[in-house]
């Protein structure tokens, strides 16, 4: 069982800035895709951004490309969402997910396309 514990998040000004980091103990981390939803208040839960194992590739939702940037740090097991020129849609939870699979895949951008789950970090930007 992959464990995920997601930090970074809190209240923030329209335009600023926050990076959420997502850390887990599993020692073949740099195995795993890993990727980044969020969940805003009685909406679905959406694609965010993912990342391959080695760091190499990266996707992004339109929503979030040139604003929000993911990169990961093997050597410390942790995953991170750095998040500028935000905005009061941005605001949700946010969750890191895990997958042991191959980042070319047609489900990188599903819920069912990552086994492993955070619990969340609420990010709330302020108008």
């Known amino acids: 069982q992959v464990q995920l514990v997601e930090s970074g998040g809190g209240l923030v000004q329209a335009g600023g800035s926050l990076r959420l980091s997502c850390a887990t103990s599993?020692?073949?981390?740099?195995?795993?895709?890993m990727g980044w939803f969020r969940q805003a208040p009685g909406k679905e839960r959406d694609f965010v951004a993912a990342i391959s194992g080695s760091g190499t590739n990266t996707h992004y939702a339109d929503s979030v490309k040139g604003r929000f940037t993911i990169s990961r740090d093997n050597a410390k097991n942790t995953v991170f969402l750095q998040m500028n020129s935000l905005k009061p849609e941005d605001t949700a939870v946010y969750y890191c997910?895990?997958?042991?699979?191959?980042?070319?895949?047609?489900?990188?951008?599903?819920?069912?396309?990552?086994?492993?789950w955070g619990q969340g970090t609420q990010v709330t930007v302020s108008s």
């Open positions: 997910a895990a997958d042991p699979r191959g980042f070319l895949r047609s489900t990188i951008r599903e819920i069912r396309g990552y086994e492993y």
């Open positions: 599993e020692r073949t981390f740099r195995m795993y895709t």
